[in-house]
C-alpha cells in the first residue's frame, strides 16, 4: 500500500537553511545541499525547498543550489517561496524541481493555480497555506504569515483543488514552532473537504505527534524543519517507530 | 549510451541527472540517426496521452522506436512513456498506442471506488512476479518507488513483472521482451530506482 510521507522543509535564504519559531528569530542551521543530502540518506520521501523571504524581499530563488541537490538527490522536490507567476515555475522546473508550491502568489493572482495545473499537470501544482485562528474561524495569512487576508481557509482549500492543484501543504501557525503537535482540529477541517492529498506542517516536536497526526488519519503526509535540522528527531528513527505502530512507511 | 527521446512531452533534467550520476552516457534527442545509433532507448513522459502519441506520430519518432524495438533495441518506458508503449488508451477519448506491449491503459477513477486519492502519488511497494529478470539485478521485493498517475494499464497480465498494491493492481514493471515500462519514476525512486536504471544500463542482448 502507498506509504505515508515524512518531508523535511529547508527554509532557503542567501543559500542558506534558515528555520524561525513563529515566523521570527531566524536562525542559521546549515547547508541546503548537505542537509538534503543528510535528509536523502536517513530516508526521507521528499523534499520541501522554500525561499521565505522572497515574497517579502522579491527575491528569486537560489537555482542553483536546486540544480545541485537535483544532480544527485533522486527523491521528489517541491520547490516553493517567491512563486507568482508561470515564468517562476519554469524556471524551477528546468533546475530539477518536481512540484512547485504557490502561496502568496496564488492570493494575489487565484488564476495562477489553474493556469500552472493546465501547462503543468495538477500533479505538479502545490497549494500551500499559511492559516490561523482569528475570531474562531481559519484565515488565510500571506507574505511569510505575515498578514491576515481575512480570506476563509477551507473555501480557500476547497477553490484550490478545484482549480486544479494537486495536492494541499496546511501550515498552522498557531501550532508552527511551539512543538506541541500538528494541529489535528485544523487538519481535519481541511481533509474532510478536499480529495487531493494533504501535507500537514506545524507543530511537529516529537515522534509521537507524527503518529497521532497518521493514526488520526488527517494527513497523506508529516513536514517539518527544525525538529529535524536539530536532529531532535531522527528521519529514519521516526519512520522505524512509526511503522513498528501499524503506519505504512517506506523504511 | 542511452538515448533519452525528447518528443516535447516532460521535463527531462532529473532523468538525465540520474544517468550522470550513474556515470551513464545518455542524450536527449529527437534525431532519428542519435537513436537508431543508441545502445539502449528510454521513452520518458509526463502529460497527456493523447497529445504525447500526436508528437511521436508528426515527429516520426514513433516510427523510430517502433523500429529500433522490432531490431531487438532495449527500450524503457516511464511513466507516460509507459504508457505510449500499450495498444491504446483511454485518457479523455481513445487514442492509438506505439502497441509493442499488449494492453490498454484505463482511468483508475472508473475502477478505484472507495475513499483513496487519485493521482495515486507517492511511495509504493514493488510486488515482483518474477525476481529473476535481470531488471531486477539490484533491487528486492518490497522496495518502495514513487508513482504520480491518474491512468493505469489494465489487460496486461503476460507482461507484468511488478505490481503495486492501490485498490486496483497497478502495474508497476512491465515487459515484452526487450521492451520494459516503469509506470512509476525511477529517477525520482532513490536508491531503488537507480538501481532499476542501472540494471537496464546492463541489459545485454542474448
Not at chain 2, 521513452?43 to 531487438?72: I, Q, R, T, Y
Request: hydrophobic share 40%.
Amino acid at each position: 500500500m502507498l506509504a505515508k510521507r515524512i518531508i523535511p522543509c529547508l527554509d532557503v535564504r542567501n543559500g542558506r537553511v534558515v528555520k524561525g519559531v513563529n515566523f521570527e528569530g531566524i536562525k542559521d542551521v546549515s547547508s541546503p545541499v548537505d542537509l538534503a543530502r543528510f535528509y536523502n540518506k536517513s530516508g526521507a520521501d521528499e523534499l520541501v525547498f522554500y525561499d521565505i523571504t522572497a515574497s517579502y524581499e522579491n527575491r528569486g530563488l537560489f537555482t542553483d543550489v536546486l540544480k545541485t541537490v537535483a544532480s544527485e538527490i533522486f527523491i521528489p522536490l517541491t520547490v516553493g517561496g517567491g512563486i507568482n507567476t508561470l515564468d517562476d515555475f519554469d524556471r524551477v522546473l528546468k533546475c530539477g524541481a518536481d512540484k512547485v508550491s504557490v502561496n502568496s502568489g496564488a492570493i494575489k493572482n487565484p488564476a495562477l493555480i489553474g493556469e500552472a495545473a493546465k501547462k503543468y499537470g495538477d500533479q505538479c501544482v502545490v497549494l500551500s497555506m499559511d492559516i490561523k485562528r482569528v475570531d474562531g474561524k481559519f484565515h488565510i495569512f500571506s507574505t511569510g504569515g505575515r498578514v491576515d487576508t481575512g480570506i476563509d481557509a477551507l473555501q480557500w482549500a476547497v477553490n484550490g483543488e478545484q482549480s486544479g492543484a494537486g495536492e494541499l501543504v496546511v501550515n498552522s501557525i498557531d501550532t508552527d514552532g511551539v512543538k506541541n503537535g500538528f494541529d489535528l482540529e485544523m487538519l481535519s477541517e481541511i481533509q474532510s473537504r478536499v480529495k487531493i492529498p494533504v501535507i500537514a506542517s506545524g507543530g511537529a516536536g516529537k515522534r509521537e505527534d507524527f503518529l497521532e497526526l497518521f493514526k488520526a488519519g488527517v494527513a497523506d503526509a508529516g513536514l517539518a524543519a527544525s525538529v529535524f535540522h536539530f536532529k531532535e528527531i531522527n528521519i529514519k528513527e521516526l519512520k522505524e517507530y512509526l511503522k513498528a505502530n501499524n503506519i505504512e512507511m517506506r523504511v | 549510451m542511452i538515448a533519452i527521446v525528447d518528443y516535447g512531452c516532460g521535463n527531462l533534467y532529473s532523468l538525465q541527472c540520474s544517468l550522470n550520476f550513474l556515470k551513464l552516457e545518455s542524450q536527449i534527442t529527437s534525431d532519428p540517426e542519435v537513436i537508431k545509433n543508441a545502445d539502449k532507448i528510454i521513452l520518458p513522459g509526463v502529460g497527456a496521452f493523447g497529445d504525447a502519441v500526436k508528437l511521436l506520430n508528426n515527429s516520426g519518432l514513433a516510427e523510430v522506436v517502433k523500429k529500433e524495438a522490432a531490431k531487438g533495441k532495449y527500450i524503457l518506458g516511464i511513466c507516460l512513456g509507459m504508457q505510449l508503449l500499450f495498444d491504446k488508451s483511454y485518457e479523455y477519448g481513445e487514442h492509438q498506442g506505439l502497441g509493442l506491449i499488449k494492453g490498454e491503459v484505463c482511468p483508475l477513477s472508473g475502477d478505484i471506488k472507495g475513499n483513496l486519492k487519485i493521482p495515486h502519488m507517492g511511495w509504493n511497494s514493488l510486488n515482483i512476479k518474477d525476481l529473476s529478470d535481470p531488471i531486477f539485478k539490484y533491487v528486492k521485493q518490497g522496495d518502495f518507488v514513487y508513482y504520480v498517475h491518474s491512468f493505469y494499464a489494465k489487460n496486461c497480465e503476460k507482461s507484468l513483472l511488478a505490481t503495486s498494491d492501490y485498490e486496483v493492481t497497478v502495474p508497476g514493471l512491465v515487459k515484452n521482451k526487450n521492451v520494459y515500462g516503469a509506470q512509476f519514476h525511477p529517477e525520482k525512486s532513490g536508491d531503488v530506482g537507480l538501481n532499476l536504471l542501472k540494471a537496464f544500463a546492463e541489459l545485454e542482448d542474448n
